[in-house]
């Protein structure tokens, strides 16, 4: 057998339920399958970013379509158990790629008495966006503000 023979056979041999990366939902937000929950939200942010239909320059039709398939990649990714079952169905194998503290026994969103139905990750596991930063920063200038004021009107009209 020459070495092209070799490789002509492994190119005709079509595993079933393999899905090329190229055209899955990894593929789709540029990262491999074991990528971490935090590389999947970054890319997905940076990806949102461009195919908002409101902020990029593609047609509207395109925009939402894009838009929508980063929404349902994102929504499968970032959610444990559908990450698992997709990577089942891609054929893709991740051994204690998502490894949940041995000291618990229920997910992190149900331990805190809630449970939620959403595909995103925990609402409290990502870092403040600079609207969110700047949002507090203006609270806790308002408050100090008003505490300053309140002593100085106090003051004036005490004495």
């Given at each position: 057998?020459?070495?092209?023979e070799?490789?002509?056979?492994?190119?005709?041999?079509k595993?079933?339920?393999?899905?090329?990366?190229?055209?899955?939902?990894?593929?789709?937000?540029?990262?491999?399958?074991s990528a971490?929950?935090?590389?999947?939200?970054?890319?997905?942010?940076?990806?949102?970013?461009?195919?908002?239909?409101?902020?990029?320059?593609?047609?509207?039709?395109?925009?939402?379509?894009?838009?929508?398939?980063?929404?349902?990649?994102?929504?499968?990714?970032?959610?444990?158990?559908?990450?698992?079952?997709?990577?089942?169905?891609?054929?893709?194998?991740?051994?204690?790629?998502?490894?949940?503290?041995?000291?618990?026994?229920?997910?992190?969103?149900?331990?805190?008495?809630?449970?939620?139905?959403?595909?995103?990750l925990?609402?409290?596991?990502?870092?403040?966006?600079?609207?969110?930063?700047?949002?507090?920063f203006?609270?806790?200038?308002?408050?100090?503000?008003?505490?300053?004021?309140?002593?100085?009107?106090?003051?004036?009209?005490?004495?």
């Amino acid at each position: 057998m020459t070495p092209n023979e070799g490789t002509a056979n492994t190119k005709n041999q079509k595993i079933p339920s393999k899905t090329p990366l190229g055209s899955s939902y990894y593929g789709l937000l540029g990262l491999h399958p074991s990528a971490s929950a935090i590389d999947i939200r970054r890319s997905y942010r940076e990806l949102s970013k461009l195919y908002h239909p409101d902020t990029t320059n593609l047609s509207p039709a395109v925009a939402t379509a894009k838009f929508q398939q980063l929404n349902n990649a994102y929504a499968t990714l970032s959610n444990p158990e559908r990450r698992l079952a997709y990577d089942l169905k891609i054929g893709y194998s991740r051994v204690n790629a998502i490894q949940q503290p041995s000291n618990f026994n229920t997910p992190v969103s149900e331990s805190r008495g809630k449970k939620f139905d959403s595909a995103y990750l925990d609402p409290t596991d990502r870092p403040l966006s600079a609207g969110e930063i700047f949002a507090l920063f203006m609270m806790a200038t308002t408050l100090i503000g008003c505490l300053a004021m309140a002593i100085a009107i106090g003051l004036i009209r005490g004495s």
